[in-house]
T-cell receptor
Framework: AQKVTQAQTEISVVEKEDVTLDCVYE???????LFWYKQPPSGELVFLIR??????QNEISGRYSWNFQKSTSSFNFTITASQVVDSAVYFC?????????????FGQGTELSVKP | GAVVSQHPSWVICKSGTSVKIECRSL??????MFWYRQFPKQSLMLMAT?????????EQGVEKDKFLINHASLTLSTLTVTSAHPEDSSFYIC???????????????FGAGTRLSVL
């Protein structure tokens, strides 16, 4: 079975604080992809990053960084110096390369509220 | 990134009528498109997967006669909610994944969603 768990339902921070969104996944496949999407209040899901299971390098993109650790099956997302515009629901997702028709398995999402 | 256009963004209709939602990949060819439903404060629920030129594969519990999906071309998929009822009111989102030689390979790009209200 495949599963994605985002244990944090809601997080509230004050602007300029750093915040980490946790994502833990389960899969028996050795080849898979992990994703993060942002869903602002407007509703559209915005693709942020894709990481494949063979690439454990951490990635930084501006204020965003991702920490992928296969040993703990985690793919955490950190926003540095958060801004009000970062307020959104963030989804972590998993896709196996070979199973389930390539469907994305989503976590329940973490609602981030950044207050001025 | 790749762009997926979804129309309409919101629609209000009377109970018993049918509503069609369009999903287009604007700058890439989408071999596979997905339709999701999202309830307030919840995650996305996959309704069906469609590959161009073939019948859609519906998830368990989704009525195929209720939610008609057509993926007639590599850039267009439509979802028709037939004989809509108030319980069909929801946020519907499509996504598209590109061919292996495209920039959208292995990544699902999402439309902006359609908010359906059935009176």
């Amino acid at each position: 079975a495949q599963k994605v768990t985002q244990a944090q339902t809601e997080i509230s921070v004050v602007e300029k604080e750093d915040v980490t969104l946790d994502c833990v996944y389960e899969t028996r496949d050795t080849t898979y992809y992990l994703f993060w999407y942002k869903q602002p209040p407007s509703g559209e899901l915005v693709f942020l990053i894709r990481r494949n299971s063979f690439d454990e390098q951490n990635e930084i993109s501006g204020r965003y960084s991702w920490n992928f650790q296969k040993s703990t099956s985690s793919f955490n997302f950190t926003i540095t110096a958060s801004q009000v515009v970062d307020s959104a629901v963030y989804f972590c997702a998993l896709r196996s390369r070979y199973n389930q028709g390539g469907k994305l398995i989503f976590g329940q999402g973490t609602e981030l509220s950044v207050k001025p | 990134g790749a762009v997926v256009s979804q129309h309409p963004s919101w629609v209000i209709c009377k109970s018993g009528t049918s509503v069609k939602i369009e999903c287009r990949s604007l700058d890439f060819q989408a071999t596979t498109m997905f339709w999701y439903r999202q309830f307030p404060k919840q995650s996305l629920m996959l309704m069906a997967t469609s590959n161009e030129g073939s019948k859609a594969t519906y998830e368990q519990g989704v009525e195929k006669d209720k939610f008609l999906i057509n993926h007639a071309s590599l850039t267009l998929s439509t979802l028709t909610v037939t004989s809509a009822h108030p319980e069909d009111s929801s946020f519907y989102i499509c996504s598209a994944r590109g061919r292996g030689d495209s920039q959208a390979k292995n990544i699902q790009y999402f439309g902006a969603g359609t908010r359906l209200s059935v009176l």
